[in-house]
């Protein structure tokens, strides 16, 4: 995706001047082969924060209300984006995020399911866990912290240990429960620990 490459050298670049963007736990994303990125979501900004800090083509799925001009229906897949249409089970959705996943690419989600509006940590969805069963994939937590979208803001990505789930072609849910309670420990964790939280 030539097209992502270049909007990824230019966007990091650009953020530069405005924020200062601390990564740590890189060694924690694969270079190669599956995984998902977990992270909890304040900003518009997230997803593109995340892309920047990864240097593989990062998948999000993009809310259907993104894509009502013909500039962002030509732009959002060429920068990999799945249309998703929320509210409902979009089984087209589930189906090429799968594909992605399967192909051995890296992808994002925020098991939030939206920005959360006072800062907390809100409850996870059991998406995440979901897609991890099913593809037999790594959910790998991360945080940001500090401003994101301030100009001048500090802003950190933090990256955790992932976790690997076992292979189901029918996820249970008890498990799913398991690996999302799991998932949002540790997202909480990385969001903490330099502050003492």
């Known amino acids: 995706m030539w097209l992502y490459r270049l909007c990824h ?3 990091r670049g ?3 001047l405005f ?3 601390d990564i740590s736990g890189l060694e924690h ?3 190669t082969g599956g995984g998902i990125i977990c992270s909890n979501h304040k900003s518009t900004w997230d997803p593109v924060v995340l892309a920047i800090s990864v ?3 990062l998948h999000f799925m993009a809310k259907e209300e993104l894509y009502r001009t013909a500039f962002m229906r030509w732009l959002l897949p060429q920068l990999g984006a799945v249309r998703v249409k929320r509210g409902l089970t979009d ?3 589930i189906r090429e995020y799968l594909a992605y996943l399967n192909a051995g690419d890296l992808c994002g989600i925020f098991p939030e399911g939206t920005r959360s509006r006072d800062g907390e940590l809100h409850d996870f969805y059991q998406g995440a866990a979901y897609f991890a069963l099913k593809s037999g994939q790594p959910l790998i937590p991360a945080a940001l912290v500090g401003e994101v979208g ?4 500090h802003v950190q990505v933090r990256f955790g240990t992932a976790v690997q789930p076992p292979h189901q072609d029918n996820p249970e849910r008890e498990t799913m429960e398991i690996l999302t309670r799991r998932l949002m420990e540790s997202v909480q964790a990385l969001q903490g620990y330099e502050n003492g939280n």
């Open 19 to 21: 924020w200062r963007i």
């Open 91 to 93: 089984r087209r959705a």
């Open 9 to 11: 050298k230019t966007i």
């Open 29 to 31: 994303v694969p270079d």
């Open 150 to 153: 301030r100009v001048r803001s």
């Open 14 to 16: 650009l953020l530069s």
């Open 55 to 57: 240097d593989r083509t």
